[in-house]
């Protein structure tokens, strides 16, 4: 494995004052662990980006002579700029506990065959192992996967000897789901050709009185054939 390194810069600015070290290039971190004490530090922002793209969370980093993790990346909501990051120092001689990410590889018959669809149910888990074998990431093989409530558990993934999983062996890493119905809205029958069904009558046109109905013009000629 190639030895990630990271430089570190003792860190006297604290506060409000942090802002002309990020104006600076730099990021304002901490490092901490079980048995020191915390220090203030501060790191290049462009070797950082380096570093955390391939280190992530879970691969040693030396930091100046460390043997460090990095535990916390703070970033702002809108920009995405990094405001202070948290390392980890760890003993390479004891074991510690970590949550790995879950990625899934391969393709399943059940979703090439349009059967169902794979949904992911776990992106990480909790792993116990020294420093040093604490993997970048589990992997596991959809290919298996090819009924509708097939499901991978976490007892079924593959992992070193030397990393014990903490999570419970029966809970469902990835499982296929059916199809989603779609649903069908059903829409009244257009009238038939030639049906005035709802239509209103045209300018002009006569309404034809229902039957034993008088209309207006008939009325007033009653009326004088009684006065009459």
Known sequence: MTKITLKANKRDVFGRKVKKLRQDGLIPANVFGKKIKSESISVDKREFEKVFKEAGETQIIDLSGKPVLISEVQRHPVSGDYLHVDFRQVDLTEAIKAHIPVVLEGDSPAEKQSIGTVVQQVHEIEVEALPSDLPER????????????????????????????????????????PPLKEEVVETPPAPAE???????????????????????????????????
């Open 194 to 228: 030639g049906s005035t069904e709802g239509e209103a009558p045209t300018e002009g046109e006569a309404v034809k009185p229902a039957e034993g109905e008088k209309t207006a013009a008939e009325e007033p000629k009653q009326e004088e054939n009684n006065k009459s």
């Open 138 to 177: 589990i992997t596991v093989d959809q290919s298996v996967l090819a009924e509708v409530d097939q499901a991978i558990f976490v007892k079924d993934l593959k992992v070193n000897s030397k990393v014990k999983v903490l999570a419970d062996g029966d809970t469902i890493v990835a499982k296929v789901e």
